[in-house]
């Protein structure tokens, strides 16, 4: 028991380590890339949402492994070299597109944006891999090889500034291409260990993905749509915010990256929660959220931490009040996560589809459009991001209510 304990908060600490990753990356664009700040931060939103339209499949593998784990791997697998070669296509025309072009102080931009379009794909199967490692109850290795990734990704971004030892991103583009793709074999080798699964490519072969398909479809057609909502969400602020606010750009940026570095890093207890937590009827579980409390009350306190290191320097008082405020919206970003979890293991993907767009349309397109008439500024910005999530979770209480009175589970 103890020693599974362990490995949980292991695996939630390599969490803080991709939190540390984008902040760390968003402070050396700041320090050497500074006049291209904005552009550069908003290719983190760009990626990371474009990265979210895989994790349907990843969903998909933890439910389904609570059937067969070493049979779902495999097909989620197969599935994910395909769409995540869609997705990174995707990404890289639109990143080109929207941000390539003026940014002449940074040689060859457009490279450095396909070069992160492969690492897409090769962070999304490595995440796959960690999935099963965490099922394992192996955290400890999923926590050496993030920390091995993030410590090359911030000192090749240091390395290769306009102060370093060159002033293009082509360089760390390619270096840490190589890396991530060691650690995806390494945790690939590790995975079909686990699964027991011994000729990989003959069982492969062996599957009909197509009859397998219906299965999977109802929880990553669901999946799919949250995160189409949720990703629109997070960009329809982002670039309203990086149009509207621009000198003050700054002042939401930051909030925002603690907000989603804290979302990254707690929602890999849905990655628990669903492995091994015990079917529930309501959508509210309060074992499930003292779970999800017991593995991230520290999340913020880190997080912080980590802020005045990186900024100490150049500590803005507004901003720094912005970030304190934006930790104290985690609690409900936490009972978010572990309704999340608690619908996901029931298998009530298609209630977080409806409360996630009731979200999009009633709460955040109005939201939007207060941004641009400018009625929400900078500050205000952070506070509508953290209403949302208590909003969100009276929305999916009351669909959840709605749905138990229809199926004649309450009277």
Known sequence: MGSEKTSNYLF????????????????????????????LSFNIDLIGAFGALLTP????????????????????LIYLLILSGVVGSAYWILANYLLAGGLDSIEDFNVFIALRALSLIVITLTTLN?????????????????????????????????????SSLVYVGVVLLLLELAIMKMTFNMAKKHLGITRFWRRVLEFKYLNEFKGYSRI??????????????????????????????????LPLAFMTASWIVASKVTTLLVSFSKTDAVAFSMQNYMYTIRYTWYIPVLLLLIYVALFYQRLNYLICINVVVAMLYFPAMAAVIAMGGSLR?????????????????????P?????YLRFIGAGGLIHAIGVSYLVRIMVINWLGIRELRRDGALI
């Open 12 to 39: 939630m600490l390599s969490g803080l380590l991709d939190a540390v990753k984008v902040l760390g990356i968003m402070w050396v664009y700041e320090l050497f890339w500074a006049d291209n700040f904005g552009r």
């Open 57 to 76: 499949w990843l969903m998909a593998y933890l439910q389904k492994s609570r059937e067969s784990a070493a049979q779902a791997y495999i097909i989620v």
């Open 130 to 166: 960690y999935s099963v490692l965490a099922q394992a109850g192996h955290g400890l290795y999923i926590f050496l090889f993030q920390l091995c990734a993030v410590s090359a990704t911030l000192g090749l971004y240091y390395i290769f500034s306009d102060y370093g030892l060159y």
């Open 220 to 253: 990553v057609f669901p999946e799919t749509g949250t995160v189409l909502s949720v990703v629109a969400c997070t960009f329809l602020i982002s670039s309203s915010a990086y149009i509207t606010l621009q000198e003050h750009y700054e002042f939401y940026r």
């Open 345 to 365: 293991v029931q298998n009530r993907n298609a209630l977080l589809l409806k409360a996630n767009l009731a979200m999009l349309c009633f709460y955040f397109i």
């Open 367 to 371: 939201v939007v459009a207060l941004i």
